[in-house]
């Protein structure tokens, strides 16, 4: 059998913050499941925002030359992902959206997908709100842009109500399920 590969692109500026903390957890699955695994910090990629010059309209890619061709390739190339972002005034974070926007470029004129269909994703996030439900707009909408990518959704795991980095440990259920669906991203 092959090893699938399965990355994780993390939102969050925090490095060991909540949404780090759980896409790990997914990531730590899969790679018991006997997947490769990475994990790209968004925050330290060197990113501009899409310039709406429409070159990918017309060709495979985008016309700006940074860290974003990298991530193409990721997404082009890796069988599943763990897309994770903390919300930050009522949406996913800065960086989160920067790369959400440039992912456009994956996109024919037509709006089908430039990546194969069927790649499983797992999004996981995190804010300080007590209620886990209150955000399930923003996390619906981006399960929409990753079903126009072709992707499969697996799940959505939202850490609720800690504001201190790594206090989603504390959530024992919430980390299981997530390392879970790591495990099971391919069935």
Do not use: W
């Not at 790369?99 to 997908?113: E, K, M, V, Y």
């Not at 209620?131 to 996390?139: D, I, P, R, S």
């Not at 799940?155 to 504001?163: E, K, N, S």
Request: aromatic share 10%; with cysteine; net charge negative.
């Amino acid at each position: 059998m092959i090893a699938m590969k399965v990355v994780g692109f993390v939102g969050s500026p925090r490095k060991n913050g909540n949404t780090d903390v759980l896409v790990q957890q997914v990531l730590d699955g899969a790679m018991e499941a006997g997947a490769e695994v990475e994990k790209v910090y968004i925050n330290d990629m060197n990113l501009r925002g899409c310039q709406g010059c429409d070159y990918c309209r017309t060709v495979d890619g985008c016309k700006i030359k940074d860290d974003m061709a990298k991530a193409y390739d990721a997404l082009k190339n890796a069988d599943g992902f763990v897309f994770g972002s903390p919300i930050y005034f009522f949406q996913f974070t800065g960086q989160m959206r920067l790369f959400i926007d440039r992912c456009f470029a994956l996109l024919n004129p037509d709006f089908s997908s430039r990546i194969i269909p069927g790649k499983k994703a797992v999004i996981v996030g995190a804010h300080g709100a007590p209620e886990a439900g209150v955000f399930n707009g923003v996390y619906e909408e981006f399960s929409r842009t990753l079903g126009m990518l072709g992707m499969d959704v697996k799940g959505t795991f939202i850490d609720a109500g800690h504001h201190a980095p790594g206090g989603v440990k504390e959530e024992e259920n919430l980390m299981e399920a997530a390392k879970e669906s790591g495990a099971r991203l391919f069935e």
